[in-house]
Each structure stands twice: as structure tokens, then as C-alpha cells.
């Protein structure tokens, strides 16, 4: 048992008195030992809320096709909220939150602690896969994820806001990063993926639209194709790779033409030590991330010759770095945050 409260049927001729009990993946309802109303926390069930001026005021099941409704203390109701968030799908909760940029719909703000949060639109089948995957993690490089409801039979995703601009966006406003960069992003993103195969997670679509970039940090931000999987496969690894080529060459990787790809990196006065290890990325299916993060490219200086030759090309192209506001985070949008209480609590209890 995680917590218990007090809770209130109503009925139109006699109110009913029970005890809401809290388990790590159920809660019941019942008084005297004996438990009435059982309801687990899966996504595809749904919690229920009935909210005014922007309290909870009631929360309820669905029990053989109708909604039950539970009047209970605001405080308790809100540590119920807070340990079932991502168990369970939520329903009438839309109201608690607010749009504050009309020109991103999806930035939205808690209207009680005026946190900002990002939307994201998923469908049925993505929430059961995403949510469950992304919910057990948890590392300062990757996006988490808030909460989840429903809203006029579509669903979203409250998720962390992280501001910046994405790593395509942020290339194309500096086409030459220096070698430090260049290092300092792929070890952020490395270390990233690491976690997240240390938890069996293979992410499988890493790209420079995916990562969030801010002042040389960077965040995974799409979970969309991520699977589960007790055997890690080396494309996350290769998507890597694919991701180092392109920082320090500004182009993309040629899957069909190796001899071309060796001249690219040759002509952007790409560090020999990076050319090994990213050419050992795309070809090795046996490497690990843990031994790619051992390898001396993570370690070395450049020779003066070396850094000369990168400082000198860095000069001519370099442009000032002019990040996007918060503004620019990825999101979705919510076709509303309006809600019209057709009914009154009483009636829905």
C-alpha cells in the first residue's frame, strides 16, 4: 500500500462513504476489508477528473460502461494524480493547462505552478508504446515525459519543455563547427545512448531532426520508433556516425560510395583520429558504445599543423551562432484548452 484517503459516492437519494487505497499498479475502493471497485493503472484505461477553478475536486472509473465519480480532498486527490501520471491515460484535465504563444500552439503552461511544458500529438498506438518506454528513463539527455490524457478522442502528451533549436537548424546556421564541438556534441549524444542501451532501449531513428541543441548540450527528443529489446543492434551506433560525418563535414553520409566519403572528411580537415573512429562506427558491428567512448579521439589535442589548418577554415566560414528562442522547440498542437462544463459534479456523480 502507497497511500489511503477518503473518498465520496454521491448518489442522488444516499451518499456512500469508502476508502481509496493506493497500490503501486491498481487502486481500490471499498470500506471494511472489503473492496468494492478495483481499477489497474493501464494506459488503456483512463483516470477520469472533474476539475474546478482549478482544483480536482472528484476523480473517476469506469465501471461496467458508466463513469463513477469520487469526490476527495484536493490534496489528496493531487498525490493521486501525482504517483498514476504515465500509468494510467487521463481524461478532463485539458483545463489545468494554457496556451501562452499563439504562434506555437503547443507550448502550454501549467495554470497552478506556471511551469511550461511542450504537447505532443500521438495516436492510440503510439501512447501505449511511447509512453511505457520513455517513462523508466531517466538522464539529463533525454526528454521525459510529464504526464498523458485525452482530449475530443485524441491524445497528447505533456512533455518536458526544452528550449533551443534543433541540431539540423543549428548546422545550417554554423555550416564549420570547430573540433571541440564537433567532440563535445557526439560525446553528449554517445553517453545518451549508452543509458539508454544500458536499459535496453534501441532508439533506431537518431538523426540531427531528433536532438535538441543549447550551448553545446544536447537532448533526445523523439521516441517514436524506439522498441524495447534485449538484444542492442549496432544502428543507433551507425546512426552516430552518420551524425559525426555530417559535424564535421556539413554533408551527409554516402552509404554508396566509401572512397567518396574518406575524400569528404580529407577536404573538411576532418581530425585523422575521427575519421578512424567514425569509419569504425558505420563498418564494426560488434562495437559497443562503452569502447567507442574509450577511443583516444575523446582524449587527443590536435597537432599545431592540424589545428592550424581547422582554425584557419573555421575563420573563413564561421558565422555568428544566433539560436532560436525557446519558441523554436519542437512540438505539436492541441486544437484547444478550452473545456465547457456541460455538467454540474453532482450530476456526474
Known sequence: MILQFKCERLHYLLNTNYILTLYKDRLTIGN??????????????????????????????????IIKFFKANTKDLEQLRSFCRNLICFDNIVELY????????????????LQQFGLKIVTQQQLLTQVPLVRQLNYHGIISYRECFQYKSQ????????????????MIQNPKLSHLQCRAIILHLLKAVQYLHQHYVIHATIDIYHIIYKSDFIKIIDFSQAKQSNTIDDQDIRNCSRILFYLYTGKEYNDKDYEQNIQTL??????????????SMMTDQNLTVSQILEHPYFSFSLDPQERKKRFQQFQRVQRSTSEMDDSD?????????????????????
Open 32 to 65: 471494511k476489508g472489503h473492496q468494492k471497485y478495483e481499477y489497474k493503472f493501464i494506459l488503456e484505461n483512463v483516470l477520469h477528473w472533474y476539475v474546478d477553478n482549478l482544483k480536482l475536486q472528484a476523480f473517476g472509473i469506469e465501471y461496467k460502461g
Open 98 to 113: 494554457k496556451q501562452i504563444d499563439i504562434n506555437d500552439p503547443s507550448r502550454i503552461q501549467d495554470q497552478i505552478s
Open 155 to 170: 491524445y497528447y502528451i505533456v512533455k518536458e519543455f526544452v528550449g533551443g533549436i534543433t541540431l539540423q537548424k543549428f
Open 266 to 279: 580529407q577536404n573538411a580537415q576532418t581530425p585523422k583520429l575521427a575519421q578512424e573512429l567514425l569509419l
Open 329 to 349: 522547440a519542437i512540438s505539436q498542437s492541441i486544437p484547444e484548452l478550452q473545456t465547457n462544463k456541460s455538467k454540474s459534479l453532482k450530476q456526474l456523480m
